[in-house]
Each structure stands twice: as structure tokens, then as C-alpha cells.
């Protein structure tokens, strides 16, 4: 029977953290090229400041580090980060509400939080910050 681990340990990934999980390289769909997905410190700013690709694109160049390429795969690696962006945060927000289900003492809203936030995860290829928050939470009765 699955229950609610007793004073588990309720530390779990940032989007910040999860971001940069994800990797500092992508390749855009129809480049050879890599570019290091930018530094979260770096990169969220521009994507909360600016609704439009093209002023995202302006400042890039800006950030350390960077390494100009083409315009289309400037803007293709910007459409990526911004679904990144949304993913880590909808990744965090589910957590949070795993945790906060998990102080309530709430089994059910735990699980579906977590199947939340492993969800979003997979879609970007497995889903360890969502496993290791299920491991720290939930267990089998009579696991110690």
C-alpha cells in the first residue's frame, strides 16, 4: 500500500536548477550548429522582458559567452528557451504543490503533482527531479 513517508526530506529542484539540468547545449532543428542555451540569470531577464523573439535576439548578443549564429536559429533557440523556461517553472510549481500536499499529509494530491511535474519532465527526455522528490515522499507501507 503506498503511503506518506514520516519527516521526509522535502528539498526539491528549482526551475533555476532544472534549467540548468537541462543541458547548456541545443541544437536547432535544421543547423549543424550548438549554441549554449543561455544562463539563467542571463536569459530569464530577456524572456520576461520582451514579448517579441526579435527584441530577445537584439540583446543576446550581449550576454557572455554568447556566440552569434544565423538569425533563424537565433530565433529558433529563443522559441526553445522560452518553452524550457515554461517547463522548468511548470516543473517547480508542481513540486511545490507536491510538498505542500505532503505537509497537508494528502496522498492523492501528492501523487497527481508529482505524475504532474514527471509529466512536463518527460517531455524533455526523463524526469529525475520528480523521481527523487516521489522517492524522498512516497513508499510502500512497511518500507523503512
Known sequence: ???LIPNADTLHQSAAEWWDDLGYHVSTQGYDE????AQWDDIVPLLDGYTLDEEV???LHNLAGYEPCEAQAEIALIEYARLALDAARDVEGALRRAVDAY????????ISAL??????????????????????????????
Do not use: C, I, K, Q
Request: glycine share 8%; hydrophobic share 40%; proline share 4%.
Open 1 to 3: 500500500m503506498t503511503t
Open 34 to 37: 550548438a549554441h549554449p542555451l
Open 57 to 59: 535576439r537584439e540583446h
Open 103 to 110: 505537509v497537508a499529509g494528502d496522498l492523492a494530491a501528492v
Open 115 to 144: 505524475d504532474e511535474a514527471s509529466s512536463v519532465e518527460m517531455e524533455w527526455g526523463d524526469d529525475p527531479a520528480s523521481s527523487d522528490l516521489r522517492a524522498a515522499l512516497v513508499g510502500e507501507e512497511g518500507d523503512e
